[in-house]
């Protein structure tokens, strides 16, 4: 999260809001990564709309 904040903020985007998606991400099977869609769904959603 440290990173993502770091990097939004050199991009000129500290505001941005963002979402976390619980790791790993690279080696999930399909069935995982539509796990952690679902986790994260009504985060994103959220970001989107307020």
């Known amino acids: 999260m440290d990173a993502a904040d770091v990097q ?6 500290k505001d941005a ?3 976390f998606v619980r790791h ?3 080696d999930a ?7 952690k869609a679902d986790e994260t769904l009504e985060a994103i ?4 709309t307020t």
């Open 17 to 19: 809001k963002v979402v």
């Open 8 to 13: 939004a903020t050199a991009l000129g985007m």
């Open 29 to 35: 099977t399909d069935d995982e990564m539509r796990g």
């Open 45 to 48: 959603l959220d970001a989107l």
């Open 24 to 26: 790993p991400i690279q």
